[in-house]
């Protein structure tokens, strides 16, 4: 059975720091993997979605890996902002097309 | 263009108690997604459509119904609701590239 773990649970760094969370998954057969951000109280933003075939995509100051091999991906939040935070969850969906969700990283930018 | 809309926003029910939860989008997606989310832990599959006139279970099904009324609209029901039932109702839609658009939630406490 899929399971995707997020770690850590949560993160404070100061403004202007680079910063990656860890996403980490058993099952390498997965179709896509996808990254949210979810404000408090509010729904969840598609932040990134990388295919099974690729390795990275890039959104700003937003980059996001995939390794399947080591059943691990990483998103990489450039020059921090305080609006940056939010919780961020990873999901991975399997070859039934579901998607599988970690807990999430709650992060914190202080100003 | 709303993307994915939900109603209502806040609920509060007294245990046993009935109620719908409304979702509609308005990307003509085929398939819609409905999950619950609790402190601490990731997204959980309640329900899904994969089209119009299709309903399938998912991860936690009991004490809920839906109805794919069209292809817009997804509804959750709860017959009788319990204590433990308390939890935020996120709707989704999948895009052609099984890119995930989340409404901004329905929070339901049950007393």
């Known amino acids: 059975k899929q399971e995707v773990t997020q770690i850590p649970a949560a993160l404070s760094v100061p403004e202007g720091e680079n910063l990656v969370l860890n996403c980490s998954f058993t099952?390498?057969?997965?179709?896509?993997l996808q990254w949210f951000r979810q404000d408090p109280g509010k729904g969840l933003t598609s932040l990134l979605l990388i295919q099974s075939s690729q390795r990275e995509q890039t959104s700003g100051r937003l980059n996001a890996s995939l390794d399947k091999s080591s059943g691990r991906s990483t998103l990489y939040i450039a020059a921090s902002q305080p609006g940056d935070s939010a919780t961020y969850l990873c999901?991975?969906?399997?070859?039934?097309?579901?998607?599988?969700w970690g807990a999430g990283t709650k992060l914190i930018i202080k100003p | 263009n709303a993307g994915v809309t939900q109603t209502p926003k806040f609920q509060v029910l007294k245990t046993g108690q009935s109620m719908t939860l409304q979702c509609a989008q308005d990307?003509?997606?085929?398939?819609m997604y409905w999950y619950r989310q609790d402190p601490g832990m990731g997204l959980r599959l309640i329900y899904y459509s994969a089209s119009e006139g299709t309903t399938d279970k998912g991860e936690v099904p009991n004490g809920y119904n839906v109805s794919r009324l069209n292809k817009r609209e997804f509804s959750l029901r709860l017959e009788s609701a319990a204590p433990s039932q308390t939890s935020v109702y996120f709707c989704a839609s999948i895009g052609r590239v099984y890119e995930q658009y989340f409404g901004p939630g329905t929070r339901l406490t049950v007393t």
């Open positions: 099952d390498s057969a997965i179709y896509n």
């Open positions: 999901a991975v969906m399997d070859s039934n097309y579901q998607l599988i």
């Open positions: 990307m003509n997606h085929n398939s």
